[in-house]
């Protein structure tokens, strides 16, 4: 096997058999700078561009804003859907919300996860295999990363790795054309923002669950 693909393998496999070390009684695991922390490294280390500076800054922004005006008035649209409501109002919500939509989610799921997957193995993989079947493999191991997820909250594996790994394809889209990661993280803060505040006004106003 070529040097740069087996690279991109083990990294894809390194990310997904990570996320299955979530439930292990190590508090430090899920800590937002940990793992924000730990994408980042990834991403400067594999060279990954990440499209901080200007010009790619201003595109990332511009792409990535009105991907995330779309996705969280879907988001917000879905929630108005009754069998939508009924699974938020039964979702187990952490106990500090504030910390969960200003840190745990911007810092710990998206910087991370965009940083890891858009950054680094996006990178390595489109190198190896091409600009197609790298964004496949990237996508792929986003999707089966999500398995321990959807096994602690009794969501339908098949389906979790299906909508998670389109998102992640579409996140690469997102960042190779604008050539920012800026422009995925907007979007994906926006998916899993709307989400958790959705989540939590069904929860907190009982009249909106029916």
Known sequence: MRRPAGRALALAGALVGWSF????????RRHPVVQAALGTALAVGAGAPMGLRAPQRGRGLRVGGAAAVAVATGVLA???LPPVRAAMAGRELPPDPWHWLAVEIPVGT???EETAFRGALAGLAGAAFGPGTGRLLQATAF???????ARATGE???????ITGVAGW???LLAERSGSLLAPVLAHAAVNE???????AVQRFPGMRR
């Open 21 to 28: 070390t979530a439930g292990l009684e190590q508090p430090w």
């Open 78 to 80: 879905a929630s108005a």
């Open 110 to 112: 998206v910087w991370s």
């Open 143 to 149: 999707g089966m990363s999500h398995i321990p997820d």
């Open 156 to 162: 339908s594996l098949a389906g979790t790795v299906l």
């Open 170 to 172: 579409l996140f690469a």
């Open 194 to 200: 709307a989400g958790a505040l959705a989540a939590l």
